[in-house]
Nanobody, 131 residues
C-alpha cells in the first residue's frame, strides 16, 4: 500500500505563503499521478493541483482555476516528496489539504482528476488563512 504523509500546514494572514509537503516511501513511477485536494466542512473535496509523470521525460501539471498562478505543484524524486507552494493566500484557501495518489495517469484534462479516482490518501494538513 502507498502511504502518504502531509506536513507544512499552518495559520497565515491573507497575502502570505505556505509550502506543503507530501512524503511517500513508495515515490516511484508506479504512481504516475499525484495531487493535492482540499476540503472544508460541508463541502466536497476539491482538486487543487495535480502532477502527472507517466511520461518519464516530462511532467504535466494541472490546477484549479481559483489557484492557478498562485500555487505551484512539484516533486522531488530524490526526497520522495511532492510539494505545493502556495502564495498570495486568500481566506477562501482555508481548508484541510490532502495529498493523494493513483496508479494510473492523471489524464489529459485541463483540471485535476476527480477525488473519486484516487485510491490512496494522506491524513491531511490544516491551512487557515485569516483576513
Amino acid at each position: 500500500q502507498v502511504q502518504l504523509a502531509e506536513s507544512g500546514g499552518g495559520s497565515v494572514q491573507a497575502g502570505g505563503s505556505l509550502k506543503l509537503s507530501c512524503v511517500s516511501p513508495w515515490f516511484t513511477y508506479s504512481i504516475p499521478c499525484m495531487a493535492w485536494f482540499r476540503q472544508v466542512p460541508g463541502k466536497e473535496r476539491e482538486g487543487v493541483a495535480a502532477i502527472d509523470f507517466s511520461d518519464r521525460t516530462t511532467e504535466k501539471s494541472t490546477y484549479a482555476g481559483s489557484v492557478k498562478d498562485r500555487f505551484t505543484i512539484a516533486k522531488d524524486n530524490t526526497k520522495n516528496t511532492m510539494y505545493l507552494q502556495m502564495t498570495e493566500l486568500e481566506p477562501e484557501d482555508t481548508g484541510l489539504y490532502y495529498c493523494a495518489a493513483k496508479y494510473s495517469g492523471c489524464g489529459s484534462g485541463a483540471l485535476p482528476p476527480p477525488a473519486s479516482s484516487f485510491p490512496r490518501w494522506g491524513q491531511g494538513t490544516q491551512v487557515t488563512v485569516s483576513s
